[in-house]
């Protein structure tokens, strides 16, 4: 048993050692770089196992409530570092690897990015386990074991390119095989259902079964005894090897059984803009949620004999649409495998799961083809219709009449099905994930539902692990912190607003402006070492790093650039600030227009190249592979944090606040956190500008006109006549044209209509920063007002709010 108090670093490089030779069979002196990271992940896992183990004990014998928590992705970025802060055994590690000869800094750059995630979604998901072993309370994760990441991204010319993401040769370290908590999935075949003795049976034909192979990771919380396990799901071929076919030579079919269900844990969000893809997708989605929840049902089994007792003791959660069919697969299982008649096993499923809302987007609230459901999911397809016909028939005695009404509200409706719809009647609650967006979806998708049952609704703003995204990755900061107000904050996000009595102070300040320096510096040589650009530390970082997407609006940030581009052409001699644009994000491998922007970006740098005078003034990088470690070096560099949706699209965002608690300034619409970032800092210490979520509506509604604010507006003129010109030899027109005259409307999130705004809130913050003190105090004050977004804090209110959950502390 390794007891923390007592792990001094004779404890570290004894177990250490015996890793190196128990798997590896060298000493520590002969050990490579990967050898030594393989042995302390080992060491550290089994630290984990212990501390796991003897917290499901506690669980156990206290019969503790659950929650299982169901996404498609979880963005977890590298693990060591994380854990080994957390588990408060870094000193001890380092003494240990000092003598032989390493550090944890150098075996930190063994491990690759565990990209299983996107963006916010899979990054919020890997949050929120942190904070759930923090608050000391039981939960279990589950996805998908993804052979591949999201992709590993190339510009070429401008163009992205995706390559496989190859995380598991330095990541598998991580996980431990669960043999034992095997489960089958069935896909396609049909389903016949058998009346007998007053009930009724369901016999299923020519199915094809895959197996669900577990692996779990370990995380561990911060000053806590629990650890959260997330489990991943490997799909494998459940029949045995097409010997016939292999001793015939026919090779390749020998295999096809192996390749297909390997298919389904293969690669994270397959394209969807083909068939192949949409069926993938959708087996993906089942997948997760039918071992998932066969697992959870079968431990609940073993504990407590009954399933009555489900909603009192497991919360299960699906986060976004994605684990949607959780609904049908419950009521699969309760019926089917557990007898439960139809009224008592929807009562179970409707008090034992929750939903998670992400987007107001339109094309980002799943439907599904009717007929694809029906063909691989042929008994889920027939529980759906039962749900949408009872729900139907339940709305139409409560809306006589209303058929308007009840067919906004329906699960099917012209050959598809909406799993957000599903998902809101499934669930005893629903939340949105920032206040703004919470009211939204009252009013505006959700709103037929609100009407019905207004109490099922409720809102849980974001969080970010801030001690990864402040302690972790910006240890400089940390400690000016510490030595101001003490180390409280690292177990309390609220008693970093302690830190606000020093906004006065002028040594404070400057040592906030030294540190802000060097992590400038630390950034540009990080870029230089990895792509060989080169950053002016001294030029003020203005940053977007966020998913690629319209709505988001890095065109907005483009525009302003061409903007200063062409006004620097004029008067290469104009006393301007020297400013770095550093853009960050992937788009998605079918999204042309995200992948248009991306190059737009990347020719406006080529074309700056040609100018050295003007590019000493403005200079434009794209960083290439965006993910999480680069995240943790880039946030604390930054200084303007760019956070410019369209009023009414973010749901919420967590970068704003990764950036926010960094101690960068926010150029932000009035959209998703930012909203409760201004309330938090007030409107002297953040930069709003623009229309709000209501402006937007009513322009929209009024019939919105892009060429209005074109013609007058001569440096927008000048931008989209800069668009049709070109850079670095290629003309953008189709930009110029989607912002202008593109059918059914041109410029969709109206970055023509808050360009004016835009560019004056720029000229504000660039007067701003040259008063260094007031930036240092504006920084300090969104340091100080950070911590209520932290996800210690949301998830304590999951927990108390929708889950039921105790913390067993």
């Not at 015996?18 to 520590?28: D, E, I, M, N, Q």
């Not at 020297?578 to 190059?599: N, R, S, V």
Request: negative net charge; glycine residues 6%; charged residues 25%.
């Amino acid at each position: 048993m390794y007891e923390l108090k007592n792990f001094t670093g004779d404890v570290a490089k004894t177990l250490i050692e015996g890793k190196l030779s128990r798997y590896f069979g060298v000493s520590a002196h002969e050990a490579d770089r990967e050898q030594m990271y393989k042995a302390v992940v080992m060491s550290v896992r089994d630290i984990l196992l212990e501390k796991r183990n003897k917290y499901h004990h506690t669980v156990k014998e206290g019969k503790a409530k659950k929650v299982y928590y169901l996404c498609m992705e979880f963005l977890l970025g590298r693990s060591l570092k994380n854990n080994v802060f957390n588990l408060g055994i870094e000193k001890s590690m380092n003494e240990a690897l000092s003598s032989f000869g390493y550090t944890l800094e150098d075996l930190y750059e063994e491990e690759p990015d565990a990209g299983l995630g996107n963006g916010g979604l899979g990054r919020l998901a890997a949050c929120f386990m942190d904070a759930l072993a923090s608050g000391d309370y039981p939960a279990m994760g589950f996805s998908i074991r993804y052979e591949y990441g999201l992709f590993k991204q190339k510009i070429v010319d401008g163009w992205q390119m995706e390559l496989p993401d190859i995380w598991l040769p330095g990541g598998e370290v991580w996980l431990t095989q669960r043999a034992d908590k095997i489960y089958t999935v069935k896909f396609d075949g049909h389903v016949k259902e058998v009346w007998e003795n007053g009930g009724m049976r369901v016999e299923y034909f020519d199915y094809q079964e895959i197996d669900a192979m577990p692996y779990d990771m370990m995380i561990s919380g911060y000053g806590s005894e629990a650890v959260s396990v997330l489990r991943l799901w490997r799909a494998q071929n459940r029949n045995k090897f097409d010997m016939r076919s292999f001793s015939q030579g026919d090779y390749m079919r020998s295999m096809q059984a192996d390749n297909e269900a390997e298919l389904i844990s293969k690669v994270l969000y397959p394209s969807d803009n083909h068939f192949e893809g949409k069926s993938l997708r959708l087996k993906q989605q089942y997948f997760l949620v039918s071992a998932s929840l066969q697992n959870i049902i079968n431990d609940h089994i073993k504990r407590y004999g009954s399933l009555d007792s489900l909603p009192d003791k497991a919360a299960i959660h699906i986060n976004d649409t994605h684990p949607a069919l959780a609904v049908p697969e419950l009521m699969r299982l309760l019926i089917d495998e557990h007898g439960y008649p139809w009224d008592y096993a929807w009562d179970i499923v409707t008090r034992t799961i929750a939903y998670t809302n992400h987007t107001v987007m339109s094309e980002a609230l799943e439907c599904w083809n009717e007929d694809l459901i029906e063909r691989r999911l042929p008994r889920i397809y027939s529980i759906i219709k039962e749900i949408n016909r009872r729900y139907c028939a339940d709305m139409w005695n409560r809306y006589p009449g209303d058929w308007n009404k009840i067919e906004r509200m329906s699960v099917m409706s012209h050959g598809q099905i909406r799993m957000a719809n599903l998902s809101v009647i499934g669930s005893h609650k629903v939340n949105g994930v920032s206040a703004l967006h919470s009211d939204i979806i009252k009013n505006s998708i959700f709103k037929d539902f609100y009407d019905v049952s207004p109490e099922k609704f409720t809102n849980v703003t974001n969080g970010i692990a801030y001690r990864r995204w402040l302690c972790q990755s910006n240890p400089e900061l940390t400690e000016l912190i510490s030595s101001c107000i003490g180390d409280g904050f690292l177990k309390d996000a609220e008693k970093l607003s302690d830190f606000a009595a020093f906004a006065n102070d002028e040594s404070v300040l400057k040592r906030m402006a030294e540190i802000k320096a060097l992590k400038k510096r630390q950034f540009a040589d990080y870029v230089f070492r990895r792509s060989g650009e080169k950053i002016d530390p001294d030029t003020l970082f203005d940053v977007q790093a966020k998913r690629l997407h319209e709505y988001k609006r890095q065109l907005l940030n483009a525009m302003n650039i061409i903007s200063r581009y062409a006004e620097l052409k004029d008067n290469p001699s104009a006393p301007v600030k020297p400013k770095t644009f550093i853009f960050a994000a992937k788009a998605a491998p079918g999204y042309f227009m995200a992948k248009e922007i991306i190059k737009l970006i990347c020719f406006i740098s080529e074309d700056l190249k040609k100018h050295p005078a003007i590019r000493e003034k403005l200079n434009v990088v794209y960083l290439e592979d965006y993910g999480v470690t680069m995240a943790e070096k880039l946030m604390p560099a930054t200084e303007i944090s760019e956070q410019i949706s369209t009023a009414g699209k973010e749901a919420s965002g967590t970068g704003n606040m990764k950036f926010m608690i960094n101690g960068a300034l926010t150029i932000g619409t009035l959209d998703g956190a930012n909203v409760e970032m201004r309330e938090a800092v007030g409107d002297e210490n953040i930069f709003i500008f623009g229309m709000t979520a209501k402006d937007v509506e009513n322009l929209w509604n009024n019939g919105y006109n892009s060429t209005a604010y074109y013609n007058n507006n001569a440096r927008l003129q000048r931008v989209i006549e800069s668009l049709k010109k070109g850079f670095n030899g290629e003309s953008f027109e189709n930009l110029s044209n989607y912002l202008l005259t593109a059918s059914p409307v041109a410029d969709p999130y109206m970055c023509m209509a808050d360009f004016g705004a835009y560019q004056d809130v720029h000229a504000k913050a660039d007067e701003v920063y040259s008063d260094v003190l007031r930036w240092q105090k504006m920084s300090l004050m969104n340091v100080a007002k950070s911590g209520r977004f932290s996800a210690d804090r949301a998830i304590a209110e999951y927990a108390e709010n929708i889950w039921n959950l105790r913390s067993t502390k």
